[in-house]
């Protein structure tokens, strides 16, 4: 008869907990706490000094630079500015690393020159 009435009142305690798990209160559980990752910083691209070539072959800013010669590290408006007149070409892209990427190209009569800027600095020349 002990066993009979200790096996009676484990079930009942059983009961009573999960009896408290089946409310039937109107309350919307409170929100969980989510941990919130930082927000992705929005790519701006490179941060460029001075003004630089658009498509179109132009400075952003007219008489812009003080280079004398064509040498690498020269700007891309001073490129322009030292060869007197507008490029044949410009193609103006970003690098895979985020890098503004500028090839100018120059139709001569001797051949061709293509220059090539990194973030505004003459890296490389190309005369095929």
Known sequence: MVMHVKVLSGVAFVALVLAGCTSTSSAPPAPAM????????ASLGPKIDGPVLGPDGQCTVRAWGTATAIEPGITECDLVRLKGKPATDVLVGESGKGQREVQVLYSEPGGRELYFFVNNRLDRVVKP
């Open 34 to 41: 989510m941990a919130s990752a930082p927000a992705p910083s």
